[in-house]
């Protein structure tokens, strides 16, 4: 078996995810295992050096560790698509690490080494967003807006990063919540004023929203979630509903939706949400991929989550 330890140095603060490779080199030493570590130079190298490996070498007997926050997962995932039987995992050294909260409410258990692994693979749906791949939620109207606007305040002096979130939230909601869209899912057209829609595979996302608590990442289906247009007057409410997953509370603001496919159509280039990644388009197709991977969660996750939600997952 190789394991291939895939770090982002740029990942938590003050570097904590390169402060880990002493922990990796001192376990799999100790163990003696066949391991390998690279690390990611730029934006996109995790995809790069993931598929440049399988291309060479194929999936037999291979795991891929992302380490670092939900983007260098995303980068694995994008560079082990297509590959039948790629097995990835992440060790959450990142700011957000949120994927995994799908898994458990415990995301250190990922940071056990050896419990990770010797752990077990469960197979997950991929989102496809044109030539993008997400594992966990894609998003489009206000949420997207707050993080596409937030590093204009991060350049300011003395501005950290709960102030420029809180400036970027601000700035946002006076220019308006709501904007009208296009929208269709799996065909059906609802076209509205929307304040958020999310196609969601995970259940957390934006450092700990519980924006989708019902999504199983292995059942074969996206969760839909349309938020309608709000006064600012109601957003306070509803934005508490939506971060605690507390969506049946509002059924006249928010719609559930399990499908396969949502189209949007805007009137200028939005900032769109790729699993927390932002890119700038006027019109968005998030659909359940037919490509599939191999997450490796810890054995003690496994159990736990498998018994919580009723349906074992083993490949």
Known sequence: MKHIFIINPAAGKKGGAERFVPAIDDYCGREGLDYEIARTERPGHGAELTKVFLEKHGVADARFYACGGDGTLNEVANGAAGHDGAVISHIPLGSGNDFIKTFTGRPAEFLDIGGLVSGLPVECDMIKCGDKYAVNICSVGLDARVAARMPVYKKLPLINGSAAYNLSV???????ISRKLRVSVDSVCLDGDYTLLIAANGRFYGGGFNAMPDAMPGDGLL???????????????VVGAFKAGRYKEMPDIMRRISGKRMELVMDKPWPVNIDGEIVYKDSVTFELSDKKFKFLIPAAVYNTFTRRNGMPLEV
């Open 170 to 176: 601000i700035h946002n909601l006076m220019m308006g």
């Open 223 to 237: 969760e839909f979630l349309l938020v309608k247009g709000v006064s600012r007057l109601r957003a306070a409410s």
